[in-house]
């Protein structure tokens, strides 16, 4: 299909973010096409009394059906040239396209159809001002390294025995002894013991067994029944389906009171494998100095990005939801394949129902769709715009071995757009966070308020600040550089700290 093929594109905005495009193509090339197709047709199909390629146009017309060049033609037209028109007409479709009824292709004649698809909305934002974020101080606070440095006692805990005085609390270590019976009053050896350590909250029980041991002391006892849960925990797994009831006799032996270790030099060698306590400081301020900087640049988009989605005004078109939820989860499953884990496991180890995973997904399509949106916004604000020479460096940047042969193949496809879409969007992006207005965020000050008991439900609108100072989004906006992975300044420090997390 020649590019200068048309003889006019007409296009027209419709209702509900819907155009429509009418193409009329040359009778010259319309009589081209028709001319090869016979040409085909004679060399792919055997015809009596004439040799491979040579079996005149009626013959084959007879052969075949009045109509069946003229259909193939009117294929071939239709879908080699609607994706060619849409790159031209600079459309952004998030649908695939609707076509009209139309005639065959006749030869010495001008071939016209036309289709309607949807199209990306031209969405406005509530303010084009710059976004105000919130990021963390550049560089390692000592409160910071206090922090890490806490992580890492709390892994390396110890227990002693608590006065005979000390009451069991919701979270306290405790040994205990136990007898367990099922409803027909049998014993069950697998609960039953002399001696066993446990530790409240762990869900190891149901929360009511939990309940009845808070507020004793060593040697006093709860003697007490408790229904079978239709979903049991790991300790009463084995008994689904065998007692409607297990009755308890538990007498606490002792309660333990958790010791960390002191922060001194002896420690810090001995446990911890460094010089000294500033031997350790200097190394974990390294460490989070170095991921800070490698993070920054992530913190900082993502920060912009969720606070220029919030300035969206009007509705994301369902399309453009289905489309994005559809990306989401395709890359979901992609990285669960090259991880080799299931999704019944996934599940597991996050702890969530299919149900609130697909509630995930669907949010995070609605934040990336609104993120899309008002980046196209901005751009169109400011007249940012892609050229031809932008597009083709994104093909050689791509690194295949013939990247003008893979643009053509974009073009072709009707693809072109999404990288002129990704280019103004990295440009938006960039704008937006040289123009962003950042108020350095304490996170130790905000740790601590978040200790306190709230007053009141936290507005909507802190809560995405936070979000955007720490989480990761949920999707990037097409042909955005990916961030380099953390540098491991200090793997050992980083590898204890997760550990103690």
Not at 306 to 318: C, N
Not at 426 to 448: F, G, H, N, Q
Request: aromatic share 6%.
């Amino acid at each position: 299909m020649m590019e200068d093929s048309y003889v006019e594109t007409k296009v027209e905005a419709l209702e509900d973010n819907r155009t429509k495009v009418t193409v009329t193509v040359d009778a010259a090339d319309i009589d081209a096409r028709i001319k090869k197709t016979y040409k085909d047709f004679a060399n792919k199909y055997n015809f009596p009394g004439f040799r491979k390629g040579k079996a005149p146009r009626p013959i084959i017309d007879n052969a075949l059906g009045a109509e069946a060049v003229r259909a193939t033609v009117t294929d071939d037209v239709v879908n080699g040239t609607y994706p060619l028109a849409i790159d031209d007409c600079d459309l952004y479709p998030i649908a695939k396209p609707e076509f009209d009824e139309t005639d065959l292709v006749e030869a010495g004649k001008p071939y016209t159809f036309s289709f309607t698809v949807t199209v990306k909305p031209e969405i406005e934002i509530s303010s084009y001002e710059p976004v105000e974020i919130e990021l963390p101080a550049e560089g390692t606070t000592d409160a910071e390294i206090d922090e890490q440095i806490d992580a890492l006692r709390e892994h390396y805990y110890s227990f002693e025995d608590a006065s005979a005085a000390t009451k069991v609390k919701e979270d306290s270590y405790i040994d205990l002894a136990m007898k367990a019976t099922d409803d027909k009053g049998e014993e069950i050896p697998s609960l039953t013991t002399e001696n066993r350590p446990y530790g409240l909250g762990a869900n190891l029980f149901p929360a009511e067994f939990d309940e009845q041991l808070v507020g004793l002391k060593k040697g006093q006892t709860a003697t007490f029944t408790l229904d079978m849960p239709a979903d049991p925990p790991i300790m009463l797994s084995a008994l689904a389906g065998k007692t409607e009831k297990i009755n308890f006799e538990v007498e606490v032996k002792v309660v333990k009171k958790k010791i960390v270790p002191e922060v001194n030099d002896e420690w810090a060698k001995e446990q911890m494998g460094f010089e000294s306590v500033e031997d350790l400081r200097a190394r974990i301020a390294e460490s989070v100095t170095s991921q800070k900087a490698d993070m920054m640049p992530r913190l900082k988009e993502n920060a912009c990005l969720y606070a220029l989605a919030e300035r969206v005004e009007g509705d994301v078109p369902e399309a453009m939801l289905e489309d994005a939820e559809a990306s989401l989860i395709q890359d979901f499953f992609q990285q669960l394949q090259s991880q080799g884990m299931t999704f019944d496991v996934y599940l597991a180890q996050q702890g969530i129902t299919p149900d609130q995973f697909k509630e995930d997904v669907k949010k995070q399509a609605e934040d990336m769709s609104k993120q899309d949106l008002a980046l196209d916004a901005w751009a169109r604000h400011f007249g940012m715009e892609a050229t031809a020479e932008e597009v083709t460096e994104e093909f050689v940047k791509s690194g295949v071995e013939d990247p003008a042969a893979l643009e053509a193949e974009w073009r072709s496809n009707g693809q072109l757009h999404m990288v002129r879409q990704g280019v103004i969007r990295t440009k938006a992006v960039k704008d937006i966070m040289d123009k962003a207005v950042v108020t350095e965020l304490d996170l130790s000050k905000k740790k601590d308020e978040e200790k306190k008991p709230a007053k009141k439900a936290a507005a909507k609108k802190t809560a995405k600040k936070d979000e955007a100072a720490g989480d990761e989004p949920a999707k990037k906006p097409a042909k955005k550089a990916a961030p380099k992975k953390a540098a491991k300044k200090d793997e050992d420090v980083e590898a204890k700290a997760d550990d103690a997390e």
